[in-house]
Structure formats: C-alpha cells, structure tokens
C-alpha cells in the first residue's frame, strides 16, 4: 500500500512538471505578454528562495544598518541582491540547460578543487551561520516574548539559555527528521512559521507607512539618497555623524571614526553577504532538479529569481532599515548623559555603552604613553590597571570624560532584541511591540535553521554520492545542531543579535568560491555544447557575472585582511596555487586535441 501511494505520488508529479512544460510551450507561441502571464502563473522558487535569505541574518544586518548609518545604506542590500540575482540566474542556465549535478559538472568541467571547495564551503558556512540563529532565537524568547526571565533567580541565564536553545534544537531536529515524510503536520508546521516571518515583515512595512504618511517623520530626500550607491562609507563615517565628530577634540576623533568605520565595514559585509549566501547557490539548483525542471524552464527560473526573490527582500530588508534608522541612528544609549528613569533616578548604562567608553580611556592611555616614550610592557601594565579597577572607581573615571566622548560611546552601542524591538513601538505600542518582534524573530531562526541542516544533509549526501536518505543524510543535518552553543560563547554583555554580523562575515569571505566557479563553468563548452552562449548573449553574461564575482572577490579580500591580515591571505593565495596547479596536471594528462 505505502509502496502504490510513493508510486502515485511520483507520477502526480511528473504529471505536473509536463502540465506545466506544455503551458510554457503554449505561452511562448503567443507572445511575450502570455509567456510572462504564464511566468507569473508558475513562479515558485524563487519565492522559496526569498524565504530563505529573509531569515534571521538578513534581519540583524538591516537592522544594524539602519542603527550605525541611518539610511545612507538603503542601496547596499539592492546591488548586493542584484549581483546575486545574476549569479543564481547563471546557475539555474547551467543547470537546466544540461541536468547534471552542479557538484560533479564542477569536477569534472572545470576543476575538483573548486568544486570540492564549493562544498566544502557550504558545509562551513551552514555550521557557522547556525550560530547566530540559535542566538537570535534565544536572545528572543528570553528578552521578547518572556522579559520576566532576564536576571530571574528562579532560571538563571545559563539554564535559561539551554532551556530555550534545547527547545528550538527539538523543534528543528522534529521537523527535518520526518521531513520527506509527506506529513500534514510538518506541512502545517511550515505555514506557521511563514505566518511568524510574516508577522515581522508586515509589521516593519506598517512602521514605515505610519511614519511616512500619519506622522509624516519620514524624509524623502534622505532615503531617496541613501539608494544612490556611495563606497566611501568603507573608509569614512557616515555624514550624518559629521557634527558629534567635529564636537570631539581633536586628538580622538581618530579613535571614535576608527570604530565608526571599522563597525560600518562588517555590518556593510554582513548585508551584502546575508542577501545571496553560499549556501544558497547550492540549494537552489538541487531543489530546480527535483522539482523535474529541465531547459524549457529555463526563462522561468530567471523571471522568478528576478521577482519572486527581489522585490519581496528588497521591500522588507528596506522597510527594517528605515524603521531602525528612525528610531536609533545617533541616538545615544541611555546611561552616560545624564538620563533618569520614570522615578527619577539615574539610568545605569548597559555594559557594552561602558565598553565604548572604556576603549576611549585605553586609547588616551596608550597616546599619553607613545608621546613620552614609555615602553610598550609598562603601556600594557597601565592599561591593566585601569581594567582591574573596581566598577565604582572605573565609571567614575568613565563619567569624567567629555560629553562629546561619552555621547558617541552611547551612540555606538550593538543594541540587543529588547532595544531593537523598539523599532516596531510606533505601529503596535512598547509592550505589545516586544512580542511582535519576538515572534518574528523566532520564525525566521527556526526556519533557517531547518534550511541550514537540509541544506548540509544534502551537501554530505552529494560529496559522498549517495542518495538524500538513510542515516548519512540524517548525521549530515544534525551537524549545524552544534550551533546551539552560539547563545553560549557570545557572552560578556554583548549583544547577541550582534553575533549575526562576524558569521556574516566569515560566510562573505567563502562566497567568491562559488561565484567564480559558476562563471566559468557558464563559459564550458565540453559541459553546455550548444547551449553555451555566444555572441552578444556571450559577452552580456560574462559581463555581468564578473562584475558579480568581481564585487564579492572585493568583500572577501577585504573581510580576510581586515580580520586575519597575512594569514587569511595566505590561505586564499594556497587555495588558489592548490586550484592552478590541479588544472595544470589535469591539462597535462589530458591535452585538449
């Protein structure tokens, strides 16, 4: 009986697929206007697609972005997801065009080396990018929907970590486990958490309209601005921090631009690299694959990345950027200025504003030092003794500090899930907007984390060639588990939203691999024969897919120098000899005739 019903199944699907290649045949006799009617009729993917990059990541990064540069960086997720869009577009070419495996087209068209680091880096990417979604999650529940838990002797923040994290790795090892089970409930399941990232979006699009065209807050020319794309802003602040800079003495507006820029950077990374991640470029030709898509869908494929993943990141990634950017960009954390509470007393400032300042401190130490020639060991005993002074007597030495200097340090806070749910106050009130943000929150980390851990179920199954079943398929999707430890190692008072932005940035240094591996195995004529373009068509797409992969090679050497200097840039320049020096063999054993 289970055995007539997979049977059924299967062949209700390629009914469908043949259904649907007849309809685009039609459309295509028609014209354009039916061809594109017919486009939108069978859109699909991409819409899953853009489920998938709406995630937990893509929310942090749009929310830091409004936070440090106001709307100044309105464009970024746009190019980002334009480039993305031309990558993913290139893929599914290939793929439909020949109907090989992506992974083993690599391996043997164009060289192991990136196809096996393609891979490779997914399955990194996957374990690294769970961190923060466990993060989130958890930062959630405990700071959003159950405020009454933060500091309560009865679950202390250890066991209030694992509580939550444990009850979100239950969920999402529930639902990928009897995934393929063609269950109801899971299907039940995946509607609710759609209706969770919904909730967060919507609301963040009803923030924006409220403002724009009730309270009239809202200004047009600036955000209009902000879509025009300015790359200063990786060596310089943003405009809008001109007069709290030129309020500084001068001696230390190197340290406070220093920080500006160098935050700037990283949550400009973690935009760019959460809109069009590694990991989706595997994702999506697999899952074109097993929906039996083959060349006829070829059109299709582009018009729904173009539309069904665009439009929707590009309205809710831009609505979040905005709302945060209303609500906290410049706007000082409170605690050093002198604020008070309901009862009049004295704010105490939260520990990452104090950090801020703290660094401040550390860097008049080390200026004072240099300037008298004092060595670097009695610089660094110094600065131990400031940082091991007690709390009392290092705020009082931090209050003593200019306002100026203490204004920028509460300005540039990495605000937690509490404060940014705040963005959400002027369209569902203060308290109310606590369990909106919380609720969407969550939806989008479980529902990445359920992608992330199919998605490394389905790279394992692939680098070993087996089928996606059985117990290789199910130790593959357990291993991003590992990242309920996230909540865990990003501690010391930091904001554990903020743990999306260095992931982000790991995830950005792995996507060049992927992009220009695609680039040239768009341009294999051994792998696409005919299909392979040729003339103008030729010259457009590699136009556009080096400009794509030129701009995330620029992302990836700059997150890679800035972060590990030499050594990361070592381990590119290996990876790269590694590659060429396959290549050559290869060439070598196999002459072309």
């Known amino acids: 009986m289970k055995n007539n019903s997979t049977e059924s199944g299967s062949f ?21 206007p039916a061809t594109l009617r017919t486009f939108v009729k069978l859109s699909g993917p991409g819409w899953l697609q853009s489920a998938i990059t709406l995630g937990g990541g893509s929310l942090a990064g749009s929310l830091y972005l409004g936070v440090l540069g106001g709307t100044s960086f309105l464009w970024l997720q746009p190019m980002a997801m334009i480039m993305g869009v031309i990558m993913l577009s290139a893929i599914s070419y290939v793929t439909l065009s020949t109907g090989q495996r992506p992974f083993r087209a690599i391996n043997q068209h164009v060289n192991p080396v990136l196809g096996w680091g393609w891979a490779i880096a997914t399955l990194m990417a996957n374990l690294v990018w769970a961190l923060p979604q466990f993060s989130l999650g958890t930062a959630a529940v405990r700071q959003n929907l159950l405020p009454g838990m933060v500091g309560s002797q009865a679950l202390p923040e250890g066991a209030g970590k694992l509580l939550v994290g444990g009850a979100i790795l239950i969920i999402c090892v529930a639902v990928v486990w009897f995934y393929d089970k063609g269950s109801k409930g899971i299907k039940i399941f995946e509607t609710i958490l759609k209706i969770m990232v919904a909730v967060i979006v ?11 065209l009730v309270e009239g807050i809202l200004d047009g020319g600036r955000i209009l601005a902000g879509l025009i794309p300015d790359f200063s802003l990786l060596s310089s602040p943003a405009t809008t921090f001109d007069s709290y800079v030129a309020a500084l003495d ?21 935009a760019a690299a959460t809109a069009v991640g590694i990991n989706m470029t595997f994702l999506l030709p697999y899952s074109m694959l097993k929906r039996g898509w083959d060349r006829n869908f070829r059109g299709l494929a582009i018009f729904d990345l173009s539309t069904g993943m665009f439009i929707p990141f590009i309205l809710a990634t831009g609505c979040v950027v905005i709302a945060a950017a209303t609500q906290f960009h410049t706007r000082p954390a409170p605690g050093l200025l002198g604020e008070t509470d309901a009862n009049g007393k004295p704010i105490a400032p939260a520990k990452s504003v104090l950090d801020n300042a703290a660094a401040r401190i550390k860097f008049e130490i080390e200026k004072e030092m240099l300037s008298e020639g004092i060595s670097a060991e009695r610089t660094a005993a110094r600065i131990k003794e400031f940082e091991t002074l007690k709390e009392e007597e290092k705020l009082k030495r931090i209050m003593g500090l200019p306002e100026a200097d203490r204004r920028m340090a509460a300005m540039l806070v990495q605000r937690d899930a509490f404060s940014l749910a705040h963005s959400l106050a002027p369209l569902t009130g203060e308290k109310f907007s606590q369990y909106v943000f919380g609720i969407g929150v969550v939806g989008m980390a479980i529902s990445t984390i359920i992608i992330l851990m199919l998605i490394n179920g389905f790279v394992v199954c692939e680098m070993l060639g087996l089928e996606t079943k059985g117990w290789p398929y199910r130790l593959g999707f357990l ?10 190692i990003w501690t010391g008072g930091k ?33 696409l024969g005919n299909d392979m373009p040729w003339g103008g068509r030729r010259w457009s797409w590699n136009a556009l897919m080096a400009l794509a992969a030129g701009l995330a090679a620029f992302g990836s050497i700059w997150s890679v120098w800035s972060k590990a200097s030499w050594y990361g840039m070592g381990a590119v320049a290996v990876f790269i000899l590694l590659a060429l020096a396959v290549q050559f063999a290869r060439r070598k054993t196999n002459p072309t005739p």
């Open 495 to 527: 904001a554990q939203f903020w743990l999306a932005v260095p992931t982000s940035v790991f995830g950005m240094t792995l996507l060049p691999i992927a992009y220009f591996t695609f680039y040239l195995l768009m341009n294999q004529k051994s792998l």
């Open 479 to 488: 291993a991003p588990c590992l990242g309920i430890i996230g909540p865990f």
């Open 250 to 270: 001068l001696e230390f507006r190197e340290f406070w631009t220093g920080m500006i820029v160098s935050q700037q950077r990283d949550v400009m990374i973690t």
């Open 202 to 212: 919507i609301s963040f699009f009803g923030v924006v309209v409220k403002m724009s």
């Open 12 to 32: 209700a699907e390629a009914t469908a697929v043949e259904r649907d290649r007849r309809l685009l045949r039609e459309a295509r006799g028609k014209g354009l």
